[in-house]
Structure formats: structure tokens, C-alpha cells
């Protein structure tokens, strides 16, 4: 099993930034991508963001590119979610998600809030 635990959500004003943490733990090895999905109130979850593969290829849902980026940290299977220019169309619960490369299932961590006030 893979664990997930994401830190950072909080409570912003439209325009401001947030940055989102996720760190993994566990059975970490082969760990081919991450990525971030969100649920807004009473919407579906969608995804926001990725980095997949050993070049950390990156990918976005258009609503956000050019406003979040996604990375690696410094830390060993640890991903940022640097997100700008924030609206209150942001708002929602962020997970964290990770794949194991042979494996068809996503690991999820719990979430984390954040909420855009306008």
C-alpha cells in the first residue's frame, strides 16, 4: 500500500497563493506518477495536475495552466502544487493521487481544503 498525506490547504482571498504538499510513504518503489485531482462543492472530482515518468513530464486541466504548477520537491516522493492566482472557482477538496507503474489503481490521500473567498 501506498499513503498519502497532503498539507497546505487554507482558507485565501481571490488572487492570493496557495501552495499544496503531498507526501507518500509505504510501499513507494515503482511509484510512476502523481498528481493532484480537486472536488468542488457538489460537483464531481476532476483533475487538476500531473507529473508522471523519470523526465517528470507535467501535465494540467486547461483550466489552470498557466496559473499552478506541479513538481518534485527536494524531499524523495514528495510533490508541490504551486497554485496562483487563485478564484473562487478553486475552491474544493484537493487530493493527492499516486500510480505504481504496473499497477491500474490510484493510491488517494484524504484531502485537503482550500477554499477562495471572492
Known amino acids: 500500500q501506498v499513503q498519502l498525506v497532503e498539507s497546505g490547504g487554507r482558507l485565501v482571498q481571490a488572487g492570493d497563493s496557495v501552495t499544496l504538499s503531498c507526501a507518500a510513504s509505504?510501499?513507494?518503489?515503482?511509484?510512476?506518477?502523481m498528481g493532484w485531482f480537486r472536488r468542488a462543492p457538489g460537483k464531481e472530482r476532476e483533475f487538476v495536475a500531473a507529473?508522471?515518468?523519470?523526465?517528470?513530464?507535467?501535465s494540467y486541466t486547461d483550466s489552470v495552466k498557466g496559473r499552478f504548477t506541479i513538481s518534485r520537491a527536494d524531499a524523495k516522493n514528495t510533490i508541490n502544487l504551486q497554485m496562483n492566482s487563485l478564484t473562487p472557482h478553486d475552491t474544493g477538496i484537493y487530493y493527492c493521487?499516486?500510480?505504481?507503474?504496473?499497477?491500474?489503481?490510484?493510491?488517494w490521500g484524504p484531502g485537503t481544503q482550500v477554499t477562495v473567498s471572492s
Open positions: 507529473i508522471t515518468g523519470s523526465s517528470g513530464t507535467t
Open positions: 509505504g510501499r513507494t518503489s515503482n511509484i510512476y506518477g
Open positions: 493521487a499516486a500510480r505504481r507503474a504496473g499497477e491500474s489503481d490510484y493510491y
